[in-house]
Protein backbone atom coordinates (compact mmCIF):
# COMPACT_ATOMS: atom_id res chain seq x y z
CA UNK A 1 0.00 0.00 0.00
CA UNK A 2 1.10 3.13 -0.90
CA UNK A 3 1.31 5.76 2.07
CA UNK A 4 0.08 9.39 1.24
CA UNK A 5 2.90 11.64 1.91
CA UNK A 6 0.84 14.71 1.78
CA UNK A 7 -1.70 13.37 4.20
CA UNK A 8 1.06 12.14 6.79
CA UNK A 9 3.11 15.64 6.90
CA UNK A 10 -0.51 17.58 7.29
CA UNK A 11 -1.33 14.85 10.34
CA UNK A 12 1.94 15.38 11.72
CA UNK A 13 2.30 18.85 12.02
CA UNK A 14 -1.57 18.63 13.86
CA UNK A 15 0.58 16.70 16.40
CA UNK A 16 3.74 19.33 16.59
CA UNK A 17 0.96 22.59 16.84
CA UNK A 18 -0.69 20.75 19.82
CA UNK A 19 2.70 19.88 21.51
CA UNK A 20 4.02 23.52 20.94
CA UNK A 21 0.67 25.14 21.25
CA UNK A 22 0.52 27.07 18.06
CA UNK A 23 -1.62 27.43 15.57
CA UNK A 24 -1.78 25.49 12.14
CA UNK A 25 -1.63 28.34 9.49
CA UNK A 26 -0.22 30.71 11.66
CA UNK A 27 2.46 29.48 13.81
CA UNK A 28 2.87 26.48 12.24
CA UNK A 29 3.36 25.55 8.58
CA UNK A 30 3.16 21.91 6.63
CA UNK A 31 6.56 22.14 4.50
CA UNK A 32 7.91 25.62 5.05
CA UNK A 33 7.69 29.18 6.49
CA UNK A 34 6.18 31.26 4.55
CA UNK A 35 8.43 33.89 2.92
CA UNK A 36 7.39 37.06 5.23
CA UNK A 37 6.89 35.43 8.54
CA UNK A 38 8.67 36.87 10.88
CA UNK A 39 8.73 33.69 12.74
CA UNK A 40 7.34 30.13 13.13
CA UNK A 41 7.60 26.65 12.44
CA UNK A 42 8.10 24.12 9.72
CA UNK A 43 7.04 20.23 9.64
CA UNK A 44 8.93 19.00 6.55
CA UNK A 45 8.62 15.08 5.88
CA UNK A 46 11.69 14.49 3.85
CA UNK A 47 12.89 11.21 2.40
CA UNK A 48 11.39 7.51 3.62
CA UNK A 49 14.32 5.14 5.01
CA UNK A 50 14.41 2.11 2.75
CA UNK A 51 16.19 -0.72 3.40
CA UNK A 52 15.51 -4.32 4.08
CA UNK A 53 13.56 -4.93 7.63
CA UNK A 54 10.33 -5.34 8.15
CA UNK A 55 8.25 -2.46 9.35
CA UNK A 56 6.41 0.45 8.86
CA UNK A 57 7.12 3.34 6.37
CA UNK A 58 9.53 5.34 7.85
CA UNK A 59 10.73 9.15 7.26
CA UNK A 60 13.51 11.62 8.43
CA UNK A 61 10.85 14.66 9.69
CA UNK A 62 12.71 18.12 10.07
CA UNK A 63 11.43 20.41 12.47
CA UNK A 64 12.42 23.85 11.78
CA UNK A 65 11.68 26.72 13.71
CA UNK A 66 12.18 30.65 12.91
CA UNK A 67 12.32 33.29 15.48
CA UNK A 68 12.29 37.02 16.01
CA UNK A 69 12.84 39.50 18.80
CA UNK A 70 14.39 39.55 21.64
CA UNK A 71 13.53 36.67 23.57
CA UNK A 72 13.64 34.97 19.79
CA UNK A 73 16.52 32.61 21.64
CA UNK A 74 14.51 31.50 24.50
CA UNK A 75 11.72 30.61 22.24
CA UNK A 76 14.10 28.19 19.96
CA UNK A 77 14.89 26.62 23.18
CA UNK A 78 11.46 26.45 24.74
CA UNK A 79 10.86 24.73 20.79
CA UNK A 80 13.34 21.95 21.32
CA UNK A 81 12.51 21.40 24.92
CA UNK A 82 8.98 20.75 24.36
CA UNK A 83 9.38 18.66 21.41
CA UNK A 84 12.10 16.67 23.45
CA UNK A 85 9.66 15.96 26.34
CA UNK A 86 7.19 14.69 23.47
CA UNK A 87 9.95 12.13 22.18
CA UNK A 88 9.76 9.10 21.99
CA UNK A 89 6.05 8.38 21.32
CA UNK A 90 4.40 5.11 20.46
CA UNK A 91 0.79 4.59 19.03
CA UNK A 92 -0.40 8.31 18.41
CA UNK A 93 -3.21 8.46 15.89
CA UNK A 94 -4.46 11.44 14.45
CA UNK A 95 -7.59 11.84 12.13
CA UNK A 96 -6.88 7.98 10.75
CA UNK A 97 -2.98 8.30 10.74
CA UNK A 98 -0.99 6.57 13.00
CA UNK A 99 2.07 7.25 14.27
CA UNK A 100 3.87 3.99 15.29
CA UNK A 101 6.69 5.92 16.59
CA UNK A 102 7.74 9.24 16.42
CA UNK A 103 11.56 9.19 17.45
CA UNK A 104 14.18 12.00 18.29
CA UNK A 105 16.59 11.74 15.58
CA UNK A 106 19.00 14.94 16.83
CA UNK A 107 18.81 18.71 16.32
CA UNK A 108 21.51 21.16 16.40
CA UNK A 109 21.77 24.49 18.63
CA UNK A 110 20.02 28.34 17.98
CA UNK A 111 21.78 30.34 15.48
CA UNK A 112 21.78 33.18 13.72
CA UNK A 113 21.45 34.12 10.29
CA UNK A 114 19.88 37.39 8.46
CA UNK A 115 16.78 36.65 7.35
CA UNK A 116 15.43 40.00 4.73
CA UNK A 117 18.00 42.35 6.42
CA UNK A 118 16.66 41.27 10.13
CA UNK A 119 18.68 38.97 11.99
CA UNK A 120 16.89 35.56 13.12
CA UNK A 121 17.25 32.76 15.40
CA UNK A 122 16.98 29.02 13.91
CA UNK A 123 16.69 25.87 15.74
CA UNK A 124 16.22 22.30 13.97
CA UNK A 125 15.10 19.12 15.86
CA UNK A 126 15.02 16.16 13.56
CA UNK A 127 12.94 12.57 14.16
CA UNK A 128 12.16 9.70 12.62
CA UNK A 129 8.77 9.16 12.40
CA UNK A 130 7.17 5.64 11.59
CA UNK A 131 3.66 5.58 9.98
CA UNK A 132 0.87 3.64 9.22
CA UNK A 133 -2.63 4.73 7.71
CA UNK A 134 -6.04 2.61 7.44
CA UNK A 135 -7.11 4.88 4.28
CA UNK A 136 -7.23 2.91 0.72
Known sequence: ???D???????LTEWAADVLGLAIDSGIYRGSIPSGARSGVAVMLHEEIRDAT???STYNVQ????????DARDDALR?????AAAVPRFGVTVDGVTFTAIQPRGGGEPYRADDDGEIKTYMSVNLLVSVLTNRP
Open 1 to 3: MMI
Open 5 to 11: EIEVELK
Open 54 to 56: LRP
Open 63 to 70: ILGKFAGD
Open 79 to 83: MRARL
